[in-house]
């Protein structure tokens, strides 16, 4: 009897084809996630190592504009939208003549990184619950086509009232389905597992990077107050 994919197919009731195909659709969506989501974690990752380098200079010499400007350059980097944000709400604070307390246009800062924050994360998981979905649905996808093939397998063995070898390919047909469902979860599971954890860590470095410019936008406000006094 043969069993190969191509005579397996063609013996799949047009249920179980429909599953199948919407297996192979869910198995695009997800590496096309993957791939989406290596690229701009990667580009990320590589922009925020470039900023840093380039703002250090900047930032000492208390340049705001030109700290503003730099990080323009790098749109994708997750540093750069909070670090801008702080420093526009900081340089905007520091040229109202009506703001006379330093805190206060340091707390602005603050809160305009926090935001940013929480937006630049929400974007960084963009897809993600797709690949979850994924992840946790294929297998049942899959089942789904399992039960379809099996019941068709037995319906098949009692009209032609033959034994268990007359419905093999049919049993073939409903396991394929199962392993399916697998081949397609396993992947998107640890996709998922690997990028959250990748969000994780921008989170935290967001975190960081938020804490050491409020740091350094309060030693700013204090000696500019120092400064007119």
């Known amino acids: ?24 659709g869910m198995s ?3 590496i096309w996630i993957m ?25 000492t010499r208390g340049a705001y504009q030109e700290a503003i400007d730099i990080t323009k350059k790098y749109k ?22 009506r703001v006379i307390d330093p805190e206060i246009t340091v707390e602005a800062a603050r809160q305009g990184m926090d ?27 899959g089942l789904l086509g399992t039960v379809v093939g099996i019941i068709n397998a037995f319906e098949g ?5 033959g034994g268990i070898a007359s419905v093999s390919a049919g049993i073939a ?18 996709a998922y597992n690997y990028f959250q954890g990748r969000v994780d860590r921008f989170t935290v470095e967001m975190s960081n990077s938020g804490s050491e410019m409020s740091i350094y936008f309060l030693k700013e406000a204090e000696a500019a107050h120092e400064a007119k006094a």
Do not use: C
């Not at 047909?173 to 640890?190: C, H, M, Q, S």
């Open 1 to 24: 009897m043969d069993l190969s994919p191509q005579a397996i197919w063609e013996q799949m009731g047009i249920v179980v084809k429909a599953i199948s195909i919407v297996m192979v």
């Open 28 to 30: 695009i969506y997800s």
């Open 35 to 59: 791939i989406e989501r290596s690229i701009l974690f990667s580009a990320a990752k590589s922009q925020s190592l470039k900023l840093i380098g380039a703002l250090s200079n900047v930032l």
């Open 76 to 97: 994708k980097s997750h540093l750069a939208k909070v670090i801008a944000a702080g420093l526009l709400e900081f340089e905007a604070g520091r040229r109202d003549k």
């Open 115 to 141: 935001r940013t924050a929480m937006i630049t994360v929400a974007e960084l998981k963009e897809n993600l619950g797709g690949l979850a979905t994924i992840g946790a649905t294929a297998p049942f996808v």
């Open 157 to 161: 063995m009692a009209k032609s009232g």
């Open 173 to 190: 047909e409903a396991l394929v389905a199962t392993a399916f469902g697998l081949f397609v979860a396993i992947p998107a599971v640890w």
